[in-house]
Structures are given as C-alpha cells and as structure tokens.
C-alpha cells in the first residue's frame, strides 16, 4: 500500500466553494505536513503537525484552514480561495515528530485549479 | 534562513549520458541535513539521500552518485548513464538541526533524458 495518500488527486473549485483535501499516511510517523507547489517556485511549506499538535504556520492565509485528528490523518480546509491559489498541495510525513534529521516522505499530490 | 540554489532549471540530455545537477546551499547552523528528492511525473516526492553537515564522505549507490563539499557549500548530485526512466524533477533541500520541521526546498532541476 502506498506509504501516504492523497485525495482528491484533482480538484476545480471556484472562488465562493468550500472543499478540503485529505492526506492519509500508514507509516506509523508523528508529523504531518502540507506543502504548496506553484510552476516555477520552490516548494512551500505551509503547515507542520507534529503528534497533532500544529507546530508551523508558514504565513498561510486564514482561507487555509488545516486540521489534524489524528497522527495519520491531515486535512486542508479550504474556502474563498483565490486564482493564485492554484497549485499542486503536497502532503508528506516524517518520523520523530519532525526532527530535521529525518527525511519526509511525500504524497502524489492534489492538483487544485480555483475558477 | 537557511536557502538552497539550483540554478539549473532544465537539463536534457541524450541517454547513457552522465549528467550532474548542481545544489549550492546556504545556512549559518554547523549542524545540518542535506537531502535530494526525486519527483517523476506522478507527483509525489521520492527521498534520495540524505547528508549530515559532520560527514563530507562522498555517496555512491548505484548509477547515482552525491558529492559533498562544505568548502564550496555545495551538495551534487551525478547519474552516470542515465535512463529514460531518469527523467523527473530533481530537488535539492536543507534543513538545519537548531530550525525543526522547517526544510527548505531548491526550485528544482527537470532533466529530460531522450532515447
């Protein structure tokens, strides 16, 4: 089985919707995180949880809204969003609740398109 | 912060040819990770490598190969006789050891390898 999941793996939404993405891992890991990928930026990181506690807010606007239920489970919440916005969200996780020594491992992604 | 440079956006080359994607990095920690992730056309990021800033030992492991120098804070990344399975973005990243759950991300390399 794959090590982290994502869905939807695309997603069109206009501005006024509601939708939320959700990324699943079965690695047994302790962080979460939620990364933005724009064409021709690096990566972003966004949002980091760690034993589901949120331990990182990268500066995102309040139109993302992440939640973490549980050690395996991150969503992102998202509503009112802007064109801009468009990008491939990328959820990875990692062991030992986020240390920088250990490598994350990362999801295929949710293509979101905003109208 | 802590800053990753691939100031190569595009490579191709024509296959069974060597090739080196080039990472120069920036931080002020004396402990730090250095890792390079792999992403294919499906999306998701494949980890590589990982380096600790204490061990400059150069890294071979199968066609790929990692060369690490902290006197030009450089991190290289070689395949030799590349495939066309080979073609993906290449990223390069950093996190340091004092900044937890907080990796930075090159723009990353797209290499095209051609039949």
């Known amino acids: 089985e794959t090590g982290v999941t994502q869905t939807p793996r695309h997603l069109v939404m206009g501005m006024t919707n509601k939708k939320s993405l959700k990324c699943e891992q079965h690695?047994?890991?302790?962080?979460m995180y939620w990364y933005k990928q724009s064409a021709k930026k690096p990566l972003e990181l966004m949002f980091v949880y760690n034993f589901k506690e949120q331990t990182e807010n990268n500066s995102v606007p309040s139109r993302f809204s992440p939640e973490c239920p549980n050690s395996s489970h991150l969503f992102l919440h998202l509503h009112t969003l802007q064109p801009e916005d468009s990008a491939l969200y990328l959820c990875?996780?990692?062991?030992?609740?986020?240390?920088?020594?250990?490598?994350?491992?990362f999801g295929p992604g949710t293509r979101l398109t905003v109208l | 912060a802590q800053k990753v440079t691939q100031a190569q956006t595009e490579i191709s080359v024509v296959e069974k040819e060597d090739v080196t994607l080039d990472c120069v990095y920036e931080t002020r920690d004396t402990t730090y990770y250095l890792f390079w992730y792999k992403q294919p056309p499906s999306g998701e990021l494949v980890f590589l490598i990982r380096?600790?800033?204490?061990?400059?030992q150069n890294e071979i492991s199968g066609r790929y190969s990692w060369n690490f120098q902290k006197s030009t804070s450089s991190f290289n990344f070689t395949i030799t006789a590349s495939q066309v399975v080979d073609s993906a973005v290449y990223f390069c990243?950093?996190?340091?050891?004092?900044?937890?759950?907080?990796?930075?991300f090159g723009a990353g390399t797209r290499l095209t390898v051609k039949p």
């Open positions: 380096r600790n800033s204490f061990d400059e």
């Open positions: 990243a950093l996190s340091e050891a004092n900044n937890n759950n907080d990796m930075r």
């Open positions: 690695l047994g890991h302790n962080a």
């Open positions: 990875a996780s990692s062991r030992g609740g986020g240390s920088s020594y250990n490598e994350q491992f």
